[in-house]
């Protein structure tokens, strides 16, 4: 068994040694997606076509992390699971809660 001059052998000198890589966990996500010509994510476009409605959602999302409103259920279907849908953008604080099926369902125009 020989070795190459950039491999070194383990303790017992059975093979060459193993080559470890620590990959931290969002490179692994990284990683498996395929790379887009454009560097720039759907979810980028979007906030920088829509900034008063990014700010709505994250003043939203922080409002229910401390504690400011409370999470509510469906108002049509009761489901727990539920998003809050903004009537107008500029009260993030004033929100129905939705199940996501309801707000996604096509309107009935």
């Given at each position: 068994?020989?070795?190459?001059?950039?491999?070194?052998?383990?303790?017992?000198?059975?093979?060459?040694?193993?080559k470890i890589e620590v990959v931290e966990r969002?490179?692994?996500?990284?990683?498996?997606?395929?790379?887009?010509?454009?560097?720039?994510?759907?979810?980028?476009?979007?906030?920088?076509?829509?900034?008063?409605?990014?700010?709505?959602?994250?003043?939203?999302a922080s409002a229910i992390r401390r504690g400011?409103?409370?999470?509510?259920?469906?108002?049509?279907?009761?489901?727990?699971?539920?998003?809050?849908?903004?009537?107008?953008?500029?009260?993030?604080?004033?929100?129905?809660?939705?199940?996501?099926?309801?707000?996604?369902?096509?309107?009935?125009?």
């Amino acid at each position: 068994m020989s070795l190459h001059d950039d491999e070194k052998a383990g303790p017992l000198a059975t093979g060459p040694a193993l080559k470890i890589e620590v990959v931290e966990r969002h490179e692994l996500r990284r990683k498996k997606r395929k790379p887009q010509a454009n560097a720039v994510t759907p979810q980028a476009r979007w906030r920088q076509r829509n900034p008063i409605a990014a700010w709505c959602h994250s003043a939203t999302a922080s409002a229910i992390r401390r504690g400011i409103i409370e999470r509510q259920p469906c108002e049509v279907c009761g489901d727990p699971k539920t998003d809050a849908h903004h009537p107008e953008w500029k009260t993030p604080l004033f929100c129905q809660w939705l199940a996501g099926s309801i707000i996604r369902r096509p309107s009935a125009n």
